[in-house]
C-alpha cells in the first residue's frame, strides 16, 4: 500500500517498519491562525454577464477543531458567527506570493466532499477569465467524515486495521493537497494576469495622455500666436471705434431740451419764494394797520428820497397804482414790483446786458446763417447753434465774474426800491435777502431756459395803461383773452375766477360791468418748439399770467373799497396829494378806455 503511495508522490517521506507514519511534534504554529484563515472551499461555477465565468468559493464547514492529528497538521477551530453567518470578505485580486504565504501556515483537509467536476477545472477558460476572487471566504478544513473516537477505537484493535486507516487518512489529505495546490495555483495565475491586465492598461493610458499632452502642446503654439494676433486687431478696432463715436458726436447737434413741466416748477418756486418772504419783513407793518401807517411816513418825512424811489417805480406801472386803492393790496403791489424788475433786468435782458459786444456778435452770426449761407441754415439749426453758443459762454471762467458782478448790481438796485421798509442798523442783512430769494434764483432760471434748444420766454400785458391826459385807461383785450389769465377775485377773498364754472355764463356786456381789472402780478411763462425744416410750432402756454380782478356790481365793489383799509402804499403814493384829491372828491378818476 506504501509502495502504491510513493508511485503516486515520490515526495511521500519514507515509512518504518511498523508501518506507523512519522509524527511531527506537536507546537503551534507561529502566525494568528484567525488571521489567515485559508478554509476548504467548493468551487461552483456561475455564467456572468457577457458569457464571462466567475469563480466562487463556497465554505463547506463553519468551524474546525484546533487538534492535531497523526501526521502532525494542526487542526484550527474557527469560531461561528454569532449571527450564523458565514464571512464574506471583499472580492478582489491577490497580491503574488500571498497564495503560497497563507497555504504553507495552513494543513490540509479532506476533500472528499469536494470533488472537483470536469466544469470545474481549473484549466478552463471561466475559471481563468473570472476578475473576482473572494479573500474572505471561509476556507477552513472540512468537517471529517469519521469523527475522532471512532478513528481512535479502531486504531486499538489491531495493528492492520490501523495501518489501513492511516493510509486511508493520508490518501485523503494528499488528495485534498493536491486540490488546494491547484486551486491556489489557478488563483495565482489569475491575480497575475489581472496584474499584467491592469499593468497593460495603465500603459495604454499612459500612452493616451502622453499623445494627448502632445498634440495639446502642438496645438497650443498657434493658439498663442492668434491670440496676440487678435488682442493687437482688438486694440486697433477699439481705437478706430474710439475715433468714429468722437465723429459722431461731433455731427450730432446741441440738444438740451427742457420740458415745460420743469421750467414751470421752477418759475412756481421762484414766484412762491418771493411772496413768502415779502410777506415776512411787510408783517411789522400790517399787524397793526394805524401803526404801520405811522411809521410809514414818518419814515418818509425822515427819507424823503426812498420814499420818492418807490413811489417812482410805482408810477410807471398804471396797473400798480390802480391796485394800490383797493384794501389788502400791500404785499401783492411789492411782489408784482418784483416780479417786473426781474422780468425786464433778467428775463428780457440777453445776459443781463454784461457782454453786450458778444450778444452783436452772436446775433451776426445767427442772421449770416439764416441768409448768407449757401445751403441757408433752418432755424432748428441756428436755434441750436446759439444754445450751444450761450452754454459755452455761460460755462466760461471769464463770464463767471461778470455774472457776480451784475448780481450784486441788481440786487443793490432792487434792494434800494424798498429801503424805506427797512431800518438802517438791518439794511446788510435786507439786501442779502434779495439776492438769496429774489435777484439769484432768477438768474439761474434763466441761464437754463438760455441754453435749451426749446425757446422759453416770459410775456407781460397789464391791460392798463396812462391816458394822453394822465388818466388810467383800460384794453378791452383783458375780457378777450380772460381764458389765459389766472384771475384771483379780491372781492371773494381772492377766489379763483373761472369763467366756464359761473352759470349762468354772463354776457360780454355783463363782463365790461361787472369785472374790474384791479392790477397784474406775475408775467406769463410761454414756450416755443422750432421743428425742422423752418417749421414754428404755436407757442405753449406753461404758467398763466397772474392777476387780481373785482367780480361783482358797481354797489358790492364800492362797499368792499369803503369797509376795507385803505393800503400802506396808497398813503405813500398819494401823501402829497391827499389834501387836493380830497377836495376833488376822493379817489383818483378811472374810466375805461373805448
Given at each position: 500500500m506504501m509502495e502504491d503511495l510513493r508511485q503516486v508522490d515520490p515526495a511521500l517521506p519514507q515509512h518504518r517498519e511498523d508501518h506507523s507514519p512519522p509524527i511531527p511534534d506537536k507546537r503551534p504554529l507561529d502566525v494568528d491562525a484567525g488571521a489567515m484563515i485559508l478554509d476548504d472551499s467548493r468551487l461552483t461555477y456561475s455564467q456572468a454577464p457577457g458569457n464571462q465565468a466567475t469563480a466562487t468559493i463556497d465554505p463547506v464547514s463553519p468551524h474546525a477543531t484546533s487538534d492535531t492529528d497523526k501526521m502532525g497538521f494542526t487542526?484550527?477551530?474557527?469560531?461561528?458567527p454569532e449571527n450564523g453567518a458565514q464571512s464574506?470578505?471583499?472580492?478582489?485580486?491577490?497580491?503574488?506570493?500571498?497564495?503560497?504565504?497563507?497555504?504553507?501556515?495552513?494543513?490540509?483537509?479532506?476533500?472528499?466532499?469536494?470533488?472537483?467536476?470536469?466544469?470545474?477545472?481549473?484549466?478552463?477558460?471561466?475559471?481563468?477569465?473570472?476578475?473576482?476572487?473572494d479573500l474572505g471566504a471561509d476556507i477552513s478544513s472540512p468537517s471529517r467524515e469519521f469523527s475522532e473516537k471512532d478513528v481512535i477505537p479502531n486504531a486499538r484493535d489491531g495493528g492492520g486495521e490501523a495501518d489501513s486507516s492511516d493510509d486511508s487518512l493520508l490518501r485523503r489529505e494528499i488528495m485534498e493537497l493536491r486540490y488546494r495546490l491547484k486551486s491556489t495555483t489557478a488563483r495565482a495565475e489569475i491575480a497575475e494576469e489581472k496584474v499584467e491586465r491592469a499593468e497593460r492598461r495603465i500603459g495604454e493610458i499612459k500612452s493616451t495622455v502622453t499623445s494627448?499632452?502632445?498634440?495639446?502642446?502642438k496645438d497650443t503654439a498657434p493658439l498663442a500666436s492668434k491670440i496676440n494676433e487678435l488682442s493687437t486687431e482688438n486694440a486697433a478696432l477699439k481705437e478706430q471705434l474710439r475715433d468714429a463715436q468722437s465723429h459722431i458726436f461731433s455731427l450730432q447737434p446741441y440738444r438740451k431740451e427742457l420740458t415745460p413741466e420743469e421750467v414751470g416748477r421752477e418759475y412756481d418756486d421762484l414766484v412762491e419764494g418771493i411772496s413768502d418772504w415779502v410777506s415776512k419783513f411787510m408783517d411789522p407793518y400790517l399787524d397793526d394797520h394805524e401803526k404801520g401807517v405811522e411809521d410809514l411816513m414818518t419814515a418818509t418825512r425822515?427819507?424823503?428820497?426812498?420814499?420818492?424811489?418807490?413811489k417812482q417805480v410805482i408810477h410807471q406801472y398804471?396797473?400798480?397804482?390802480?391796485?394800490?386803492?383797493?384794501?389788502?393790496?400791500?404785499?401783492?403791489?411789492i411782489v408784482a414790483t418784483i416780479m417786473r424788475f426781474i422780468n425786464e433786468n433778467i428775463f428780457q435782458n440777453i445776459m443781463y446786458g454784461s457782454i453786450a459786444n458778444y450778444v452783436e456778435v452772436l446775433s451776426f452770426v445767427e442772421t449770416a446763417l439764416q441768409n448768407h449761407v449757401d445751403p441757408k441754415r433752418d432755424l432748428f439749426a441756428i436755434r441750436t447753434w446759439t444754445a450751444e453758443a450761450y452754454n459755452?459762454?455761460?460755462?466760461?471762467?471769464?463770464?463767471?465774474?461778470?455774472?457776480?458782478?451784475?448780481?450784486?448790481?441788481?440786487?443793490?438796485?432792487?434792494?434800494?426800491?424798498?429801503?424805506?421798509?427797512?431800518?438802517?442798523?438791518?439794511?446788510?442783512?435786507?439786501?442779502?435777502?434779495?439776492?438769496?430769494?429774489?435777484?439769484?434764483?432768477?438768474?439761474?432760471?434763466?441761464?437754463?431756459?438760455?441754453?435749451?434748444?426749446?425757446?422759453?420766454?416770459?410775456?407781460?400785458?397789464?391791460?392798463?395803461?396812462?391816458?394822453?391826459?394822465?388818466?388810467?385807461q383800460t384794453s378791452t383785450d383783458f375780457l378777450d383773452n380772460l381764458q389765459d389769465l389766472d384771475c384771483k377775485n379780491i372781492v371773494q377773498n381772492r377766489k379763483a375766477f373761472n369763467l366756464t364754472?359761473?352759470?349762468?355764463?354772463?354776457?360780454?356786456?355783463?363782463?365790461?360791468?361787472?369785472?374790474?381789472?384791479?392790477?397784474?402780478?406775475?408775467?406769463?411763462?410761454?414756450m416755443r418748439q422750432i421743428g425742422r425744416k423752418d417749421v414754428i410750432k404755436e407757442p405753449q402756454l406753461v404758467r398763466r399770467q397772474r392777476m387780481l380782478v373785482a367780480w361783482g356790481p358797481q354797489e358790492k365793489r364800492d362797499r368792499f373799497q369803503e369797509n376795507g383799509d385803505r393800503t400802506l402804499l396808497s398813503h405813500l403814493y398819494y401823501a402829497k396829494s391827499d389834501r387836493e384829491r380830497q377836495e376833488a372828491g376822493g379817489w383818483t378818476n378811472f374810466r375805461w378806455g373805448g
Open positions: 487542526k484550527v477551530e474557527i469560531p461561528a464574506s470578505g471583499p472580492r478582489q485580486a491577490l497580491p503574488k506570493g500571498l497564495v503560497a504565504t497563507r497555504f504553507n501556515h495552513y494543513p490540509a483537509s479532506n476533500s472528499s466532499r469536494h470533488p472537483l467536476s470536469p466544469s470545474s477545472t481549473v484549466t478552463s477558460s471561466s475559471f481563468v477569465e473570472c476578475d473576482l476572487i494627448t499632452i502632445t498634440e495639446i502642446e425822515r427819507r424823503p428820497s426812498d420814499a420818492l424811489k418807490l398804471p396797473d400798480l397804482v390802480h391796485g394800490a386803492v383797493f384794501p389788502e393790496t400791500d404785499e401783492d403791489i459755452a459762454i455761460l460755462s466760461s471762467r471769464d463770464f463767471k465774474g461778470c455774472r457776480e458782478k451784475k448780481l450784486r448790481e441788481l440786487t443793490i438796485e432792487l434792494a434800494s426800491i424798498f429801503k424805506i421798509f427797512c431800518r438802517r442798523d438791518k439794511i446788510d442783512a435786507f439786501f442779502r435777502s434779495f439776492e438769496q430769494i429774489c435777484i439769484k434764483p432768477a438768474m439761474q432760471l434763466y441761464e437754463k431756459i438760455q441754453v435749451s434748444t426749446n425757446h422759453f420766454y416770459f410775456d407781460i400785458n397789464p391791460y392798463i395803461v396812462w391816458g394822453g391826459d394822465g388818466e388810467m364754472k359761473i352759470d349762468p355764463q354772463p354776457t360780454k356786456k355783463e363782463l365790461y360791468h361787472h369785472l374790474l381789472n384791479v392790477c397784474t402780478l406775475t408775467p406769463a411763462l410761454y
